[in-house]
Each structure stands twice: as C-alpha cells, then as structure tokens.
C-alpha cells in the first residue's frame, strides 16, 4: 500500500501521525511538502526542517524545477491512497486525482468559519463544486479536522456519508501510574492553583479575556497563577492593563516557546484556559494540555472541543466568550482541587488510549485496506459499515455549530 501526504508544509503537529505510517510503510509512505513555512510559525518553533524526517519530500508545485514537479505529479497520482491537507499549490493536481477515480481523503478545518450564511455565494458554491461536491460518487473522504467541519460541507451537499472523525496528533507523552500528579504536587511553581494559556494573540483565540478572567478571579478571592505562553500584538496593552489594576503579580509571561518547553509548563500546571472561538480550526494545545492532565475550561466553539472534550468528564465547558461561564468553570476547579486531578487525569487518558498518532494511522490503515480490496466500497464511492463508534475514523455525528453545555 503506497501513502501520499500532500501538505503545504512539515509541522511539529504532523510528525507523530507521519511516522506512525512510516514505521507500518516504510518507503511506501511519503509526505510532499509544497511551500515553505511562514515566518510567524517559524519564530515559534514549528520549525520541522531540521528533524530527521527523510520521508519528506521538500518541492513546491509551482517550482521551474521539472523534475521535481514531475516526481511530485507522479506521486501524487500514482499512489494507492493520497491524503490531501491544505494545498493550494497543488489543487489541480489533487482534482485530477479524484477525477480519475482514485482513493483520496480530503483533510480540512471548517470552510466556513466566518458563519455558514456564507454558503449562499454563488461564486462561493461555484468553487466548491468544482474541488468537492461534484465528486459525490467518487472514492473521495473527507477526514474531518474538526467538529463543525462536516456540518459546513453538508451545506454544499459534498461527502454524503463519507465524512469522519480526524483531527491533529501533537506528541503524546506517556507517564507511569501516579507519575503527573507526582510532578504537578512537588513543582517550584508554587501553592496555589496554576493555571495556563497557551497560543498566540490574535482574535480568535480573544487574549482579551485574560485580564478580565484574572480581574474576576481576583475578585472572587481565588488562589492561583496563570502562566502565558506566547504573544504577539496586545501584549505590551495587556502587561500595562494587569500592571495598573495590580494584578500583575498573578501571571507571568513566557513569551513563544519551543513546543517541548510548552508541554513541560503544562506537566507543571493544573487548569488549561481555552478561550478560542470558531476561529481555532482545531487547536492543538488542547491535545497536549489533556495529555499534560491539566483540567480543562474550554470554550465550545473551536474545533478539537466536542471531539475531545466530555463536560464534567475530563474537563469544564462554556458557550462562546461567556466570561462568567468561563470564570465560574475556572474557579470551580481551583477551589476543588479533587475534581481537578480528576478531570485532568480522565483528559490524560482520553489523548493516550484514543486521540493520538499511533490509533489514528491504525485505523486509517484499516479503512484503507478495505477500501483497496476487490468489489470494496470504493468502487461505488462509499465508505466500509461503521467500525468505531468514537475517536479517529469514526463516522461523524455532523454537529451543527455550535454544542450546547
């Protein structure tokens, strides 16, 4: 079986799910990288160009090379299975493909984040009927990264019933029984609650709602410290704003990180403010929190939350930017410090035994097998019966936007 991930390019996200095929292909499994990373996610971190990853095939679709352009078309086209991220450059190619009847799963975020009164554009509807909805009967998936996806591809009538359960695989780290709670009890961090953020400010992950949550949990008489790691525009606002209130002295700005620095925060933090809305396509600072056992205060809006998130299972819910909902969930876990290990320890058992790399290659690989059988539902475009009822490749319910708490 011969797998292409076509992608615009390698991140620290992808490389988990990418070596899980690679360890089960081997030279079968390759990822095709079409363009380079920005700027902005480089200064973050997300440099993956330095890793030893020698399935990764480095081009650009656009390039004057011919010869890699060629090696890319030949791959794309001529593997068994392609996976299809976000890839501009390579669309026609992509299209191609699917025109000529061969197996492709669509990966995608929402295509109507900005609100679904949007599918009433024609020219909007034009596209995607071109890139999706006329290939219906086609052995075409979609592998929804996100939980509102299949809702927004509904409206276009693309992917009737063969839409599934996907998402992002960050690292997982395993612990030894007792090994979180031995790390969160005897960090130099301090007594109190720690709480932490995560990502960079920009409007839909609403930093806003930073000061006014540590205003308010002041006021509450809350022990705790919240701990910011990332930045961008607004920081300097937010520091002179917390500075003049003096509230200062319960958080602390880490600035960007590199991932392994983040996720060794998180082991020492107990509560995990999510404040994204629809915006966040999925988020993947939730994975490595509720991998980290942080308790989680999450809002309902961006994408990984109804995926991964159980409401008072293995984490706290609230509905879009509602900050006393939000305060109310964050400081019922910092004045119950039980149900907090509780709900940290259920999120760290939700990322190691289901959402992670290593489940979702192997499902993967098992639908895709059963798709590359003789007389297999991909020779009518449709998708083998139900296996998982949860989780990775599972069928998607198609969750209107947005979950109710």
Same mark, same amino acid.
């Given at each position: ?174 612990? @030894?029984?007792?090994? %979180?709670? !031995? ?5 130099? $961090?301090? +007594?109190?609650?720690? #709480? ?107 994408? @990984?939350?109804?995926? %991964?998130? !159980? ?5 706290? $819910?609230? +509905?879009?930017?509602? #900050? ?82």
């Amino acid at each position: 079986m011969k797998i292409t991930f076509l992608s615009n390019y390698m991140n620290h996200h992808q490389i988990p799910l990418c070596r899980a095929l690679r360890r089960e292909l081997g030279d079968d499994f390759i990822f095709i990288q079409t363009e380079p990373m920005e700027e902005e996610r480089l200064r973050m971190g997300w440099n993956a160009a330095d890793a030893d990853l020698a399935f990764v095939l480095r081009g650009d679709t656009a390039s004057s090379d011919e010869q890699l352009r060629e090696k890319i078309r030949e791959r794309v086209l001529g593997c068994d299975i392609l996976l299809a991220g976000w890839a501009p450059a390579a669309a026609d190619l992509i299209v191609e493909r699917v025109r000529a009847g061969k197996i492709t799963f669509r990966i995608s975020e929402r295509i109507y984040k900005d609100g679904q009164w949007k599918a009433i554009s024609p020219r909007g509807l034009l596209s995607k009927w071109k890139e999706y909805s006329r290939f219906r009967r086609a052995p075409y998936y979609l592998l929804c990264a996100g939980a509102y996806v299949a809702s927004d591809f509904k409206l276009i009538g693309a992917f009737p019933r063969k839409m599934l359960r996907w998402g992002y695989f960050p690292q997982v780290r395993t612990y @030894a029984e007792g090994d %979180l709670q !031995r790390i969160k009890r005897s960090r130099p $961090l301090g +007594e109190e609650a720690q #709480l932490i953020w995560a990502g960079r400010f920009v409007d839909f992950k609403n930093p806003w709602m930073i000061p006014e949550l540590v205003n308010r949990l002041d006021d509450k008489g809350a022990s705790f410290h919240l701990h910011i790691a990332g930045g961008g525009e607004g920081e300097e606002e937010m520091r002179r704003s917390l500075a003049e209130k003096g509230l200062d002295r319960y958080v602390t700005f880490h600035g960007f990180m590199p991932p392994d620095a983040v996720r060794d925060l998180m082991e020492q933090c107990d509560i995990h403010v999510m404040t994204s809305d629809a915006g966040e396509g999925w988020g993947a600072v939730l994975n490595e929190s509720m991998n980290s056992g942080c308790a989680v205060a999450a809002g309902t809006e961006a994408g @990984a939350v109804p995926y %991964l998130v !159980r409401n008072g299972v293995n984490g706290l $819910l609230y +509905e879009h930017r509602d #900050l006393e909902a939000l305060t109310e969930a964050v400081l019922r876990l910092v004045n119950d410090a039980a149900l907090c290990e509780k709900l940290g320890q259920e999120a760290c058992r939700t990322v190691t035994e289901l959402w992670n790399a290593e489940t979702a290659a192997e499902r993967l690989l098992q639908v895709c097998d059963t798709l590359l059988k003789e007389g297999s539902p991909a020779a009518e475009g449709k998708l083998p019966d139900p296996v998982w009822q949860d989780g990775p490749m599972s069928r998607d319910p198609v969750l209107r936007p947005y979950l109710k708490v």
